[in-house]
């Protein structure tokens, strides 16, 4: 093995350096600091595609009926990957995705139910939301957080259900998601 030491790689011609060919590895030993002051391109990641959603009315639920969670106003889409209440997967965007998702209803609710569906059918991710009080003003909330391993064009969509004997009034829900480098 020989050993080049330089302080300093220029370009004969052009504005471009290749290290090795297709196949080959460099490995930084340990202890070695690489220093970036320029443009990183085809390594690390930015955690999109990213998206937030929130409620911008109320939505009504009916007792014992699971109903798909409406999300119109986005606060964040990086890729335009959300619309009508979904995130779909961009081209080339295969990976874990990270979602989190939260409803609260406007009464008191005995249990409530939050779901994560792809592709139209029910993951095995729920969670039975507890009941909480406010002063005088009793919530029933429920919240989920999931890691789903997705493809390009699986979808994502947020259910929920509760039992309270009476139809509820949804007054907060949050969906947002992205992907986990």
Request: charged share 15%; net charge negative.
């Amino acid at each position: 093995m020989s050993t080049l030491e330089v302080n300093k790689i220029t370009p004969s011609t052009g504005t471009g350096v290749t290290l090795g060919d297709s196949g080959d590895t460099f490995t930084i030993p340990s202890g070695v600091t690489i220093t970036n002051n320029g443009t990183q391109t085809g390594f690390g990641g930015n955690n999109t595609p990213a998206f937030t959603a929130i409620l911008d009315s109320n939505q009504s639920m009916s007792q014992n009926t699971t109903t798909k969670l409406t999300f119109t106003t986005e606060l964040l889409d990086t890729d335009n990957a959300f619309a009508d209440s979904k995130f779909t997967v961009p081209s080339g965007e295969d990976g874990n995705y990270l979602f989190n998702a939260k409803f609260r209803a406007s009464a008191f609710s005995e249990s409530m139910n939050i779901y994560i569906y792809k592709n139209g059918s029910e993951l095995n991710t729920a969670f039975r939301g507890n009941n909480t009080s406010a002063g005088t003003v009793n919530y029933g909330a429920t919240y989920l957080t999931a890691i789903v391993p997705l493809v390009a064009g699986d979808y994502i969509e947020i259910y929920g259900d509760h039992n309270s004997h009476t139809t509820q009034s949804l007054t907060t829900k949050v969906f947002q998601g992205f992907k986990l480098l």
